[in-house]
């Protein structure tokens, strides 16, 4: 069996942990802050039909009566629905950092070929559209315009441009890597595939957000990471596209050395189904 990449020991408890090369998120938000922010809730985020900004949308689904975040999930034969939270109106919460791990290949932000919505290229998995929103927690929750730079590992957890014992044969390839500018609406949208995974992590895809311009070099607003919800990965990875099966490694949040002390505002809203492909959606709060 070809062995997977295994995130660094930096990946543990010490949050912010960012390689040299980029730079910290002006705003870092810890366990705590994310335990006594809990009453700020979550954005309600719909599925592939269309997204809701913060405070309304034609689709908007917000139901919040309590100061917890709450799960739902919706199954049918054919597809499921499962919404990490809700949140009240007029309401959003600074994204927490998270380390940038160990493969970035921020030189790659260089290039501009990297300015790309589809970064699947020739890799093959269930369909994804990654959907992340920006807003700015210091102006009610309004659409930030910033480039969104984003990176995940491919079906059978390898991450392209590096190659290493537990990463062979991946560099100078691009795959599962790009960046977009947002919307109007301060959405940037992503075409790719349901990442896999390897030894030591949960299924995540990182991103990284630049307010002005992007570069190996230039400042960014915010590093993160996204995470999914289990029952949507168990039926992805039950699919025969997915030949290394559950992820035997991290079983839990819980038990993941990035995800431990919480997903509340980093637990996508994902819908559709293995058949069709998934959208996932996350609202990202910044400072700006």
């Given at each position: 069996m070809q062995q997977q990449p295994i995130e660094q020991p930096a990946e543990h408890s010490t949050k912010p942990s960012i390689e040299q090369s980029a730079l910290v998120q002006a705003n870092t938000v810890d366990s705590e802050r994310r335990k006594t922010l809990g009453t700020l809730g979550l954005f309600s985020?719909?599925?592939?039909?269309?997204?809701?900004?913060?405070?309304?949308?034609?689709?908007?689904?917000?139901?919040?009566?309590?100061?917890?975040?709450?799960?739902?999930?919706t199954s049918?034969?054919?597809?499921?629905?499962?919404?990490?939270a809700a949140s009240s109106s007029g309401s959003c919460t600074l994204i927490p950092?998270?380390?940038?791990?160990?493969?970035?290949?921020?030189?790659?932000?260089?290039?501009?070929?990297?300015?790309?919505?589809?970064?699947?290229?020739?890799?093959?998995?269930?369909?994804?559209?990654?959907?992340?929103?920006?807003?700015?927690?210091?102006?009610?929750c309004s659409p930030v315009s910033a480039y969104v730079y984003i990176w995940h590992c491919d079906k059978d957890g390898l991450y392209s441009g590096y190659s290493s014992n537990n990463n062979a044969g991946q560099a100078g390839k691009t795959y599962c890597r790009g960046?977009?500018?947002?919307?109007?609406?301060?959405?940037?949208?992503?075409?790719?595939?349901?990442?896999?995974?390897?030894?030591?992590?949960?299924?995540h895809i990182h991103f990284q957000i630049f307010?002005?311009?992007?570069?190996s070099t230039a400042q960014s607003t915010a590093i993160s990471q996204m995470a999914f919800p289990a029952a949507v990965t168990t039926a992805v990875y039950n699919s025969s596209l997915y030949t290394k099966g559950q992820n035997t490694s991290v079983t839990?949040?819980?038990a993941d050395n990035v995800f431990s002390d919480g997903v509340e505002y980093q637990l996508a809203t994902v819908t559709g189904s293995v058949a069709e492909g998934y959208v996932a959606e996350l609202e990202v709060g910044i400072a700006v």
């Open positions: 985020l719909i599925g592939a039909s269309g997204l809701i900004g913060c405070g309304g949308g034609s689709s908007s689904t917000n139901n919040s009566t309590s100061s917890s975040s709450t799960t739902t999930t049918t034969a054919s597809s499921t629905q499962v919404s990490s950092t998270e380390t940038i791990g160990p493969f970035p290949l921020s030189t790659l932000l260089n290039n501009s070929l990297v300015l790309r919505e589809n970064i699947a290229e020739d890799k093959t998995g269930v369909p994804l559209q990654v959907k992340l929103k920006l807003v700015n927690v210091n102006n009610n960046i977009q500018y947002t919307d109007t609406s301060g959405v940037a949208h992503f075409t790719t595939i349901y990442p896999g995974w390897y030894a030591g992590r949960i299924t307010l002005t311009t992007y570069s839990s949040f819980a």
